[in-house]
């Protein structure tokens, strides 16, 4: 299994970033898909996932309303459509894949696969 995360870069604040999660070994039609952040000296945070079932999508109250996350099965590959860019977004992202269920989609112990991650920085 390999997920692998891209779309990274440097943004200033207010701008616009795609982020692509290609999974490869998996179907994403069978494992909830995450996305996670960690910021330098920060711990590991949820950011959304999209559910392998229905494809219904969670949002962390810090990105709701900015941060639009969908798939393409047809390409096994999650998107994370990031708007209104902030500085406090900066940090690593990364996907990862696993049984989630609603109740534990905000987990990172739900996920069993992750990616290498893709560095976002935006700038003020």
């Known amino acids: 299994v390999q997920l692998q995360a891209s779309g990274g870069g440097l943004v200033q604040a207010g701008g616009s970033l795609r982020l692509s999660c290609a999974a490869s070994?998996?179907?994403?039609?069978?494992?909830?898909v995450g996305w996670f952040r960690q910021a330098p000296g920060k711990e590991r945070e949820f950011v959304s996932s999209?559910?392998?079932?229905?494809?219904?999508?969670y949002y962390s109250d810090s990105v709701k309303g900015r941060f639009i996350i969908s798939r393409d099965t047809a390409k096994n590959t999650v998107f994370l459509q990031m708007n209104t860019l902030k500085p406090e977004d900066t940090a690593i992202y990364y996907c990862a894949a696993g049984r989630a269920i609603t109740s534990t989609v905000r987990q990172s112990n739900a996920y069993n696969y992750w990616g290498q991650g893709t560095q976002v920085t935006v700038s003020s």
């Open positions: 070994g998996l179907s994403i039609t069978q494992y909830t």
């Open positions: 999209i559910r392998w079932s229905g494809g219904s999508s």
